[in-house]
């Protein structure tokens, strides 16, 4: 997210992008958008710095107008920043978006735009800089909880490292009793190869190591060393619809695990309560795969879910929903799924309430 702070006088008549953003915004922006100096703008706000593309790239348009149109408390800012929609129409505030999307030189960062809600199980494009905590509730005999701690880390415009260190709680294949474990570590690497937002397309390459770390003995982990590589792509739709699709194998180093391919798509929109408001986003997920040895069935689940914002930034994240077994049911009962997410870039966990 961001933080802005206009200049609080007459604005220019003018359709001029630049031209608007000088009479505007540069009095504490500063003319480059890296904003002016202390002595010049009379307070102690620290501004954010358009020409910083690891920034200003992250969020999508709407966010930027929502602090511009109703101040920055309305994403927990500082009420420096103060509300300009009784100041600036809607196409003034774009006309000065565009002005400050050109601060930013390099076209390799992937636009927030691309950045939409995050689906259960299918690898999102974007890459990301977050913490999810999930839990997922198995219905079957196995009684399973598991917990999963997913680390995510973006290192320049385009590459991402990601770890996943799941824990488990489920009732022993051998003597039934319940028993405590870590299941498999996931080691993973994505890289945004292609992002357009002119056509609304963007497509990452992606792989992961699945490391044989689980006690198996326990019901715990595949007892063998899985690698996994993935295609994932993102296509943005009309009033803030989208569709995400990921196809991925899985191919078994050692141990019995047998090799899998896999498609996962999911399609969701985004409401908001008024204008500005907390966001809600309604997906539907499906997911379908199958072993590679000839004769073996398809899998396909449903997973209807919900996300929504908890805080007032909206960087903090809960999803509830269901895994439902569709086809190839044996053995398969519906799992219960939710997490909480926190894309730690736009601030502490306690910020932004």
Same mark, same amino acid.
């Given at each position: 997210?961001?933080?802005?702070?206009?200049?609080?006088?007459?604005?220019?008549?003018?359709?001029?992008?630049?031209? =608007?953003?000088?009479?505007?915004?540069?009095?504490?922006?500063?003319?480059?958008?890296?904003?002016?100096?202390?002595?010049?703008?009379?307070?102690?706000?620290?501004?954010?710095?358009?020409?910083?593309?690891?920034?200003?790239?992250?969020?999508?348009?709407?966010?930027?107008?929502?602090?511009?149109?109703?101040?920055?408390?309305?994403?927990?800012?500082?009420?420096?920043?103060?509300?300009?929609?009784?100041?600036?129409?809607?196409?003034?505030?774009?006309?000065?978006?565009?002005?400050?999307?050109?601060?930013?030189?390099?076209?390799?960062?992937?636009?927030?735009?691309?950045?939409?809600?995050?689906?259960?199980?299918?690898?999102?494009?974007?890459?990301?800089?977050?913490?999810?905590?999930?839990?997922?509730?198995?219905?079957?005999?196995?009684?399973?909880?598991?917990?999963?701690?997913?680390?995510?880390?973006?290192?320049?415009?385009?590459?991402?490292?990601?770890?996943?260190?799941?824990?488990?709680?489920? *009732?022993?294949?051998?003597?039934?009793?319940?028993?405590?474990?870590?299941?498999?570590?996931?080691?993973?690497?994505?890289?945004?190869?292609?992002?357009?937002?002119?056509?609304?397309?963007?497509?990452?390459?992606?792989?992961?190591?699945?490391?044989?770390?689980?006690?198996?003995?326990?019901?715990?982990?595949?007892?063998?060393?899985?690698?996994?590589?993935?295609?994932?792509?993102?296509?943005?739709?009309?009033?803030?619809?989208?569709?995400?699709?990921?196809?991925?194998?899985?191919?078994?180093?050692?141990?019995?695990?047998?090799?899998?391919?896999?498609?996962?798509?999911?399609?969701?929109?985004?409401?908001?309560?008024?204008?500005?408001?907390?966001?809600?986003?309604?997906?539907?997920?499906?997911?379908?795969?199958?072993?590679?040895?000839?004769?073996?069935?398809?899998?396909?689940?449903?997973?209807?879910?919900?996300?929504?914002? =908890?805080?007032?930034?909206?960087?903090?994240?809960? *999803?509830?929903?269901?895994?439902?077994?569709?086809? *190839?049911?044996?053995?398969?009962?519906?799992?219960?799924?939710?997490?909480?997410?926190?894309?730690?870039?736009?601030?502490?966990?306690?910020?932004?309430?």
């Amino acid at each position: 997210m961001l933080v802005l702070a206009f200049a609080g006088h007459a604005l220019a008549d003018t359709d001029d992008d630049a031209a =608007l953003y000088e009479s505007a915004c540069a009095a504490c922006h500063g003319s480059d958008g890296r904003g002016q100096p202390l002595e010049d703008r009379g307070f102690e706000l620290e501004l954010p710095d358009f020409t910083d593309c690891e920034f200003a790239s992250r969020e999508p348009d709407p966010d930027w107008h929502a602090v511009i149109h109703e101040g920055g408390p309305v994403r927990a800012f500082d009420r420096m920043m103060p509300a300009f929609g009784d100041a600036l129409t809607d196409d003034e505030i774009y006309s000065i978006l565009r002005h400050v999307r050109t601060f930013c030189t390099n076209d390799d960062w992937p636009r927030g735009e691309f950045n939409v809600p995050r689906p259960f199980f299918t690898e999102k494009a974007f890459p990301e800089d977050e913490t999810v905590y999930t839990l997922a509730v198995d219905t079957d005999d196995s009684d399973a909880v598991t917990f999963e701690l997913l680390y995510e880390k973006r290192f320049g415009p385009r590459g991402m490292v990601e770890i996943s260190a799941p824990v488990g709680n489920r *009732n022993s294949p051998l003597d039934g009793d319940a028993n405590f474990g870590f299941e498999d570590i996931a080691v993973g690497y994505k890289y945004a190869l292609y992002h357009n937002l002119e056509t609304g397309n963007a497509f990452s390459l992606g792989g992961e190591v699945i490391l044989s770390t689980g006690e198996v003995e326990d019901g715990f982990g595949s007892d063998s060393t899985i690698v996994e590589v993935y295609g994932a792509y993102v296509r943005l739709l009309p009033s803030d619809g989208f569709f995400q699709t990921q196809v991925l194998g899985e191919f078994a180093v050692d141990g019995p695990a047998e090799d899998e391919v896999a498609v996962r798509a999911v399609l969701g929109k985004t409401f908001t309560e008024g204008e500005f408001g907390r966001a809600w986003s309604p997906m539907l997920e499906v997911l379908a795969s199958r072993e590679t040895d000839s004769g073996s069935d398809t899998s396909v689940d449903l997973v209807p879910q919900l996300q929504v914002a =908890l805080n007032t930034r909206q960087h903090i994240l809960l *999803n509830v929903g269901v895994r439902v077994p569709v086809s *190839n049911k044996q053995d398969r009962e519906p799992q219960f799924v939710v997490y909480l997410l926190w894309d730690w870039f736009d601030g502490a966990f306690r910020d932004g309430w």
